[in-house]
């Protein structure tokens, strides 16, 4: 069962929760947990570290296509890499500020 794409920030939370919970698990049972619930979180684990991974490399990815955009001096190219690394970090997409459309020669008239 695959559950709705999230964040980066999203997974770590989850990793977080996951820890905690295990923690407070075996704190209030006061017994060393079964091994058929080691084996559960640590599958959820495992399947969070694996998706922290793939985003991780999707920002690399985003971030050295804005480097090769800022060569190329292309500030549309490089903002949208940018803006593609915030959204798969936290899932916002940030506000295009606007200067960009300030500048726009279309609008110049």
Same mark, same amino acid.
């Given at each position: %069962?695959?559950? $709705?794409? !999230?964040?980066?920030?999203?997974? #770590? ?11 407070? $698990? ?8 079964? $091994? !058929?619930?080691?084996?559960? #979180? =640590?599958? #959820? ?5 694996? #998706? &922290? ?8 990815? &985003?971030? =050295? /296509? $804005? ?9 549309? &190219? ?11 970090? +936290? !899932? /916002? ?6 200067? %960009?459309?300030? +500048? ?6």
């Amino acid at each position: %069962m695959k559950s $709705a794409p !999230h964040s980066l920030n999203q997974t #770590i939370q989850a990793l977080k929760s996951v820890t905690t919970q295990m923690m407070a $698990a075996e704190s209030l049972t006061g017994e060393v947990m079964s $091994a !058929h619930m080691i084996q559960q #979180i =640590t599958a #959820i684990e495992r399947t969070e570290l694996e #998706i &922290a991974s793939q985003q991780i490399m999707v920002i690399e990815k &985003a971030l =050295t /296509q $804005a480097l090769v955009a800022l060569e190329r001096e292309d500030l549309v &190219a490089t903002r949208e890499a940018i803006f593609n690394a915030l959204y798969e970090l +936290n !899932h /916002q997409s940030p506000s295009i500020p606007k200067l %960009m459309y300030e +500048n726009d020669p279309v609008l110049a008239g």
